[in-house]
């Protein structure tokens, strides 16, 4: 009996878990914000924004930095 109340209160995550986690959805959410940029005003005019090294390469890469690091809060054991 005292086995089974014993696993009922251990938890799947540590606290530094849910902590990295928090990091890569800032980082995630970080992502979103340099993909994000000004609108063209003018329809008949192309912005060259659009094709930026923050937009097309910067943005991607923090996106998949965010998920390798979610990843790697999902897959970490405490060392107790």
């Known amino acids: 009996m005292k086995d089974q109340d014993q696993n009922q209160n251990v938890l799947l995550f540590t606290k530094k878990n849910y902590i990295i986690l ?3 959805i800032a980082l995630i959410a970080l992502s979103f914000f340099l993909m994000a940029g000004a609108t063209n005003d003018v329809p008949t005019e192309f912005n060259e924004d659009i094709y930026s090294f923050r ?12 998920i390798g690091v979610a990843v790697y809060a999902i897959f970490k054991k405490d060392n107790k």
């Open 22 to 24: 928090l990091v890569s």
């Open 55 to 66: 937009r097309i390469h910067l943005a991607p890469t923090v996106f998949f930095i965010g």
